[in-house]
């Protein structure tokens, strides 16, 4: 589930090596000069971390990422990572396979013992290991630098990508990188608005244990994202919770709203894909009596986000959707 937060300004203080390199006459090579990696130099900086919590980290040499929201930036920019619940993890991030990264396991029942094993210089923590179990993840490596991902909760989605990515650029020197994610996630978000028309309207839904559910448009398990970034018309603006199954409301319901779209979150594709119990998210709603004669579903309006979404429920997994939005709103229906 995604938690809105508000962010305080992340700053940086400048490397004190790079300020010695330049002063005496006895001054050691810079690392252009010796043919040393220049990372070797950015190091230590200061952050203040989302939850307002100014953190020194002094190398990034082994890290540890706890926050699912990241697993695929650290894959991307190939940072070196020692310690991570590689149980979370999508099957399409290559890091999953990864048996030189200790595995914490899941957060219900996360195996603390490895992060005294990996010793990381600095942890990535937030979501699932968010609150209580970060507190745990903090004791079992005192001496790493703790960088929450968590902060207070009035934060608009578009504000938490922004301050989390930039921050991410930040600590690991990528902050060219991080910006073109960040401009990226906002064309696309520009692009899906261009194609929206604010007179339809828009319904979520989650599909778990073979069950249709809704999810409301504010604090809702997968929709209520988009809602937020695209001002998108609610069909449907009752009282829901964000819970990760969705919440219970009668399919007779759901018809009378009659959505002109449909984003349904399949959380069977991420956590039930091998057991083949419940039918793939589009078959439940078309196959469904009580929703025949809905617009949505009558049009094949319907978008169902990739099938890893509910574990990677990242900034690349949020631009993928809003392009298939962007597509699905331009498609006349």
């Not at 252009?32 to 953190?55: F, H, K, N, Q, R």
């Not at 490596?141 to 301050?163: I, K, R």
């Not at 219970?248 to 091998?274: F, G, K, Q, T």
């Not at 793939?280 to 709603?285: D, H, K, M, S, V």
Request: hydrophobic share 40%; aromatic share 8%; with cysteine.
């Amino acid at each position: 589930m995604f938690v809105r937060r508000s962010i305080a300004a992340v700053s940086i203080a400048a490397a004190s090596v790079l300020v010695l390199a330049g002063c005496g006459g006895t001054s050691e090579p810079t690392s252009s000069e010796s043919g040393a990696p220049a990372e070797e130099s950015y190091y230590p900086i200061t952050v203040t971390d989302l939850s307002g919590e100014e953190v020194t980290v002094e190398s990034a040499d082994r890290v540890g990422v706890t926050d699912n929201r990241f697993f695929q930036l650290a894959a991307d920019w190939d940072l070196p990572v020692v310690v991570a619940p590689r149980a979370l993890m999508s099957p399409n991030n290559p890091l999953k396979e990864d048996e030189d990264i200790l595995d914490t396991g899941s957060h219900n029942e996360p195996n603390f013992e490895q992060f005294v094993a990996a010793d990381p210089d600095v942890i990535i923590n937030g979501y699932r290991y968010g609150s209580e179990t970060g507190d745990s993840v903090r004791e079992a490596a005192p001496d790493a630098a703790f960088v929450s991902m968590d902060g207070p909760e009035e934060q608009s989605v578009d504000e938490y990508v922004t301050q989390s990515i930039t921050l991410m650029g930040e600590i690991f020197n990528k902050a060219d990188e991080a910006q073109t994610i960040i401009d990226d996630f906002h064309a696309s978000i520009d692009t899906a608005k261009e194609a929206y028309d604010p007179s339809l309207t828009v319904m979520g839904l989650v599909t778990s244990g073979g069950e249709i559910n809704y999810s409301n448009p504010v604090d809702g398990r997968g929709a209520s994202i988009f809602f937020d970034l695209l001002d998108l018309t609610p069909a449907l603006d009752t009282e829901g919770s964000t819970d990760h199954t969705g919440d219970s409301v009668s399919l007779e319901a759901l018809a009378e709203a009659d959505p002109d779209y449909i984003i349904v979150l399949d959380r069977d594709a991420a956590v039930a894909s091998d057991s083949g119990e419940s039918a793939p998210a589009l078959e439940l709603i078309t196959s469904s009596p009580s929703l025949a004669e809905v617009t949505a579903v009558k049009n094949d309006a319907i978008y169902v986000m990739p099938a890893d979404y509910y574990l990677t429920e990242d900034v690349f997994a949020y631009t993928a959707v809003l392009d298939g939005l962007t597509d699905l709103f331009s498609s006349g229906q």
